[in-house]
């Protein structure tokens, strides 16, 4: 999101900083959603609330950048920087005009699975910013100065990443565990990518891509039902009604025990570590959530963080995450420190997964995890963009309507035996795929 993510919107009258507090902290009975269906019947959630005379909608199709051809990676994330450089019978500079001087926040994004979007304004100026994400979707320009502009932006982004050994040493691990999977694949482009890619490409994917049947929508803030209905007819009306067929097979997750060292002339070793995880609708994944939070997860109070950082100092930051895609479920990690201190570091990693798997969880970290967990929660929906998101979210993830409602009670009737055999079967050190950038002292590549 090159050229997008740099424009938020200068919204008026303050409305962007009483946004920030906006249904702040409140309970799941009060995020009461409603589902609509448009006249021409499109279905969106939203909630309701008139504290401010501001609106959020966010919405998201079904397929993007894994779905990218070979030899054009990077093509959905182009896309997504040049929506709002031009649309129907507005240019660059014009289209941009619309939006600052109007104070509408337009954003656009592309992930391995979904591609997403979203507009915020008053609600004074909700027809207009409806008007230019209509042309956004269906009458994108893609002229030839900003198409070169976003180019050069990206190809600069590749440069610079290319340098980086964080970036470096994830994508030797996704390639170790993907294999020939899309998401094994530098799904942001390459230099050759990019440089592949023409308008025809660009045209085609909004074409094949942008399609009433694989979208997800959801608006929060001042708008009612009615008017919600009519907002979404205006704004995705006019998409074809389905898209091109697409599919992924599932990932089959592979490189276990695999160590990829790659040299790099940096004072740190960078790793990224991890296996074969579980997927978003398993029905042990908050057993899992719960297991990892104690693991690696928790921040500081983690035992990843306690006995790396806090007790030895070995790194600043060391950590474990649960990540759920559409077609594989992950465990992956990562730890930075000296490189003479890279092998202690990762020796202390395999020894404390190997005892979650082994010992499982204590009960009081199953207490205070439930706690925070079902604490935290509803704190973070502080903002209309954030809750509209979530609601995105739980739609894509067919979690249903009444998810908020469910979440802390399928939290809290995790048991302490459920949490044990989960880490039994999830956490594996055998098979830890393990991928190392800079001049690691005692670690060595291993097939």
Known sequence: MIATARRAGNLRLGALALAAVLLWALPADALRIKEVTSPKGIKGWLIQDATVPLFTMNFAFRGAAALDPVGKEGLAEFVSSLLDEGAGDLGAQAFQARLENNSIAMRFGAGADYFSGSIRALVEYRPLATDLLRMALSAPRFDPE???????????????????????????????????????????????????????????????????????????????????????????????????????????????????????????SVAVFGHGGIKRNHPDYYAALIVNYVLGGGGLTSRLATEIREKRG??????????????????????????????????????????????????????????????????????????????????????????????????????????????????????????????????????
């Open 146 to 268: 900003p198409v070169a502009r976003i180019r050069d932006q990206y190809l600069s982004s590749v440069r610079r990443r290319m340098e980086r050994p964080g970036y470096t040493a994830r994508h030797a691990w996704k390639v170790a565990v993907f294999k020939d999977h899309p998401y094994g694949r530098e799904l942001d482009g390459t230099e050759a990518s990019l440089k592949a890619i023409g308008v025809s490409d660009l045209k085609q994917f909004v074409a094949k891509r942008f399609a009433r049947d694989v979208l997800v929508v959801a608006a929060v803030g001042d708008i009612d039902e009615a008017a919600f209905g009519q907002m979404m007819d205006r704004a995705f009306g006019d998409l074809p009604a389905r898209a091109a067929p697409a599919s992924l097979p599932e990932a089959k997750i592979g490189g276990a025990g695999k160590i990829i060292v790659t040299q790099r002339d940096f004072p740190q």
């Open 314 to 447: 070995l790194a600043y930051s060391v950590y474990s995450r649960l990540v759920t895609m559409e077609h594989a479920g992950i465990i992956t990690g990562r730890v930075a420190t000296a490189n003479a201190r890279i092998a202690e570091s990762l020796a202390l990693i395999r020894q404390l997964w190997a005892k979650i798997a082994k010992d499982g969880i204590t009960t009081e970290e199953l207490s205070d995890t439930k706690s925070y967990l079902t604490g935290s929660f509803f704190t973070r929906l502080n903002s209309t963009r954030r809750i509209a998101r979530l609601l995105v979210s739980i739609q894509l993830q067919d979690l249903g309507i009444d998810y908020l409602d469910r979440r802390n009670r399928l939290i809290n009737a995790v048991t302490l035996d459920q949490t044990r055999r989960v880490a039994a079967r999830l956490f594996k050190p055998g098979d830890l795929t393990i991928s190392v950038v800079g001049r690691p002292k005692g670690v060595v590549s291993r097939p």
